[in-house]
């Protein structure tokens, strides 16, 4: 999957944590696992609570990202640092999902961002 640029598993209700090894797809430059939420079936029976976790620090090997979508999920923990490495990152889409952290200051680094969502965490 060296050569893959654009990856999107969007509304498909995945119910999985993003390992480090999406780091190793350097040539990504979209990558999308937004809007996997849901709670519950047409019956009230709890289906899936979305992509969960932390988002590894390996993200950040990602270098041609330009489109980071990771919204309505249950992602959790801390933004990490890395994300400051992506500089051709232009859209930053988190929202909506656990993050539990300060927003790191390597945020500032990111010279390209035109979208930055992240409401509907716990960011301080």
């Known amino acids: 999957l060296n050569g893959l640029t654009h990856l999107d598993v969007s509304q ?71 994300l400051g490495n992506l500089q051709n990152l232009v859209t930053l889409r988190l929202e909506s999902n656990n993050l539990q952290s300060s927003i790191p200051s390597t945020i500032g680094n990111l010279l390209n961002l035109k979208y930055l969502h992240l409401w509907s965490n716990y960011l301080s």
């Not at 430059?29 to 992509?51: E, H, K, P, T």
């Not at 990602?62 to 890395?82: C, H, I, K, Y």
């Open 12 to 82: 498909n209700y995945l119910n999985s944590t993003i390992g480090p090894e999406i780091g190793g797809l350097s040539n990504l430059v979209s990558l999308q696992l937004d809007n996997n939420y849901r709670l519950d079936d047409d019956s009230g029976n709890l289906i899936s609570y979305g992509m969960q976790g932390p988002i590894p620090g390996s993200i950040g090997n990602l270098n041609q990202l330009q489109e980071l979508r990771m919204d309505n999920n249950f992602v959790g923990g801390a933004l990490p640092s890395t």
